[in-house]
């Protein structure tokens, strides 16, 4: 199956003003400041590598919308041997891939990959994202459970209260009668 890289060169669509492309590709990879400049350098960067054609349309896509240009370029196994040449080759490649992207591609369903935000995110890339289907309005989302099935436990000894009875709160203790000391009397010897 054939790899395909994502190389972007600076450029940005005729009539697109750059400093909104910049930012539009900012926002996109989610980059500002000394990184934001070095993909707008006008060298070769390569966004994403070993990607399947409908992944780097996607990527295609999302950077046209973005006011930018960037091409699709199949990955040969030689090119990945040989780093040094393609530096070499990046003049010409421009020009070359641009037609492919212009032919009608096909657009199939999402891949299931997790498109990286960042250099640490990257690092993620390659993990298989699930596929969740969303159930239509009013279905039932739990998992389905199986036949209740009582605990075996003795509840014979105990009962319930009726309803306004006391809890087995600790009762107040009420004051005692203070005895009357009207008739005693204390005598002074």
Do not use: W
């Not at 369903?109 to 995110?121: I, N, T, W, Y």
């Not at 298989?128 to 969303?134: G, H, Q, S, V």
């Not at 998992?143 to 000894?157: H, I, N, V």
């Amino acid at each position: 199956m054939t790899r395909f890289e994502v190389v972007f060169q600076g450029q940005v669509q005729p009539g697109a003003a750059l400093d909104q492309v910049r930012a539009n590709v900012g926002k996109l990879f989610q980059v500002s400041g000394s990184q934001l400049d070095a993909l707008f350098s006008g060298r070769r960067i390569v966004i994403k590598q070993g990607l399947d054609q409908v992944a780097a349309e996607k990527y295609r896509i999302a950077l046209e919308r973005a006011g930018a240009q960037c091409s699709i370029v199949p990955m040969d196994e030689q090119a990945a041997d040989a780093p040094p040449a393609a530096p070499e080759q990046s003049a010409p490649e421009p020009s070359a891939p641009a037609a492919e992207p212009t032919a009608a591609p096909e657009r199939p369903a999402a891949s299931g990959r997790v498109v990286p935000r960042d250099e640490f995110m990257a690092a993620f890339s390659e993990v298989e994202a699930p596929d969740l289907d969303i159930g239509p309005l009013g279905a039932d989302m739990q998992d389905e459970y199986d036949a209740f099935t009582p605990l075996p436990m003795d509840l014979s000894a105990l009962s319930l209260a009726p309803v306004g009875s006391d809890m087995g709160e600790l009762k107040k203790d009420e004051p005692g009668q203070v005895p009357n000391t009207d008739h005693l009397k204390l005598s002074d010897q």
